[in-house]
């Protein structure tokens, strides 16, 4: 990476004795969507909060453009900050709440009004600049937190699941406003949220964290396709998670079935090691190697879920378009993977501190 937009060298947090952020290095590019996905209380929201200034770091340094501004207090840094619950001034109208971080810096009225017209345009809400904040719905009074984090160009805008305060539809429709916005204004943006779909559909490149500490950093599409640990596989997707075995020979073992895999360099030299096969990546055919009986069948309209029992005694899910083969409940079958879907996966002891 050329000079990164943020640089996080071995940042951590710790409350008393618990870590809430284990050291943590991160480069993020100019102009890249991260996202910072993970399950509740994994230190998504502590990083945060130590980029923007408002948590301080126990240890470790943070560079804003190279300039470290680890110390500096949170409303000296170039950063606009979105959270869920909107935090816009009551009694404010929406110019003026868009307006605040520009009088906070002292600009001219000619500036204020052409930035925050600007703003409000970007997020289509030119039209209720008067309007008090009760005044709107929850999916406009995001859009003004929106404005009031991009108004005065900040060199980064941090987003705290800044849709989780609403419904399935807006929060649909707002995902991809925001996604808009970041192509419009090509802003470096740091998002945080545990909603897989949402860091999918937005991200440049995803960190998945975990208990405190980074899982994976990766694009989304290689997260799926490529999860390094169990964890990984088993929060984005759907996943079945087999223990098999590595013969002397590196042949792969599950109980009597030989899986051919492609990805023999993620193999360990012998011994046991965790196979992660996707549910929509296995599938009948006459010559697959995996035989068993289906013992749940679930028919969700334009998708079919299939629970196969092995003949070793594995449970397997299996996803199949609607329409396609029909196999009733106690069918036996024979279902194939193909190599390059038949994924090793890292043991968690060595995917730590990576
Ligand atoms: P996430 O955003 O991923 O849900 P957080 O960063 O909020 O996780 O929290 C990480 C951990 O730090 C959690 O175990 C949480 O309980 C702890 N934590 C966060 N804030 C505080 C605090 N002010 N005091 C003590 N523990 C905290």
């Known amino acids: 990476m050329l000079q990164p937009k943020l640089d996080?060298?071995?940042?951590?947090?710790?409350y008393g004795n618990s870590a809430a952020l284990l050291p943590t290095s991160l480069e993020v590019a100019t102009g890249e969507f991260l996202t910072l996905l993970g399950p509740s209380g994994s230190g998504k929201?502590?990083?945060?909060?130590?980029?923007?200034?408002?948590?301080?770091?126990?240890?470790?340094?943070?560079?804003?453009?190279?300039?470290?501004?680890?110390?500096?207090?949170?409303?000296?840094?170039?950063?606009?900050?979105?959270?869920?619950n909107y935090a816009l001034f009551p009694h404010m109208n929406v110019f003026e709440n868009v307006a605040f971080p520009l009088r906070l810096r002292r600009k001219s009225d000619a500036e204020i009004r052409a930035a925050v017209n600007r703003a409000l345009g970007l997020v289509r809400l030119d039209h209720l600049s008067q309007r008090l904040p009760r005044e709107l719905s929850g999916g406009q009074q995001q859009r003004v937190a929106f404005a009031r984090a991009i108004v005065f160009n900040p060199q980064l805008i941090l987003m705290d699941?800044?849709?989780?305060?609403?419904?399935?539809?807006?929060?649909?429709?707002?995902?991809?406003?925001?996604?808009?916005?970041?192509?419009?204004?090509?802003?470096?943006?740091?998002?945080?949220?545990?909603?897989?779909?949402?860091?999918?559909?937005?991200s440049d490149r995803v960190v998945l964290m975990n208990q405190a500490r980074i899982e994976q950093i990766a694009p989304p599409v290689e997260l799926y396709e490529r999860p390094a640990t169990p964890f990984a596989a088993a929060f984005i997707g759907e996943s079945n998670l087999l223990d098999c075995v590595v013969t002397p020979e590196g042949k792969l073992r599950l109980d009597d079935v030989t899986l051919d895999t492609s990805n023999t360099g993620l193999l360990p030299a012998s011994g046991e090691v965790t196979v992660l096969l996707r549910p929509e990546r296995i599938r009948p055919s006459a010559d697959g190697a995996l035989r068993g009986t289906v013992t749940d069948l679930i028919d969700l309209g334009a998708m079919r879920r299939l629970t196969v029992e092995l003949e070793g005694g594995r449970s397997l899910t299996v996803t199949t378009l609607g329409g396609g083969m029909q196999l009733g409940l106690g069918a036996r079958v024979c279902l194939a993977v193909s190599p390059e879907d038949v994924v090793p996966l890292a043991p968690v002891a060595a995917g730590r501190g990576k």
């Open 8 to 14: 996080i060298r071995e940042i951590t947090k710790n």
């Open 45 to 84: 929201t502590t990083l945060l909060m130590m980029i923007a200034g408002l948590t301080p770091a126990s240890g470790g340094r943070i560079l804003l453009d190279g300039h470290d501004i680890t110390l500096q207090p949170a409303h000296r840094r170039d950063i606009g900050v979105v959270f869920q």
């Open 161 to 202: 699941e800044p849709l989780g305060a609403l419904d399935k539809k807006l929060r649909d429709e707002l995902k991809l406003e925001i996604r808009k916005l970041h192509g419009e204004l090509k802003k470096t943006i740091i998002y945080v949220t545990h909603d897989q779909e949402e860091a999918m559909l937005l």
